[in-house]
Nanobody, 125 residues
């Protein structure tokens, strides 16, 4: 069982920045592929970013590439999402996820076994 807890969400004006954190339980964090997804009412959960076990591989949704950066600190069992130049369309609940099987279709929600509770990000115009 892996527990994930997101933090860092909040209200921000367009053009601003937020840094989300996701703290993971367990002793094998460095073996997990980690991802960030987001969801708004009436829409499917959408891929945002993912990072490989040692941080060597990263992938981003086209909508956030160049604005968001995913990173991880395995010594702290934590993954981060730095969000810059935020837009109103970034408004969503952001979820952290862990894939224990490794780098396999890491842009898909079904690849992830464990999910956090989500943190709300609201970007005002």
């Amino acid at each position: 069982q892996v527990q994930l807890v997101e933090s860092g969400g909040g209200l921000v004006q367009a053009g601003g920045s937020l840094r989300l954190s996701c703290a993971a339980s367990g002793r094998t964090f460095s073996s997990y592929v980690m991802g960030w997804f987001r969801q708004t009412p009436g829409k499917d959960r959408e891929f945002v970013a993912t990072i490989s076990q040692n941080g060597g591989l990263r992938s981003y949704a086209d909508s956030v590439k160049g604005r968001f950066t995913i990173s991880r600190d395995n010594a702290k069992n934590t993954v981060y999402l730095q969000m810059n130049s935020l837009k109103p369309e970034d408004t969503a609940v952001y979820y952290c996820a862990a894939a224990v099987e490794g780098w396999y279709r890491p842009r898909e929600t079904r690849s992830y076994e464990y999910w956090g509770q989500g943190t709300q990000v609201t970007v005002s115009a």
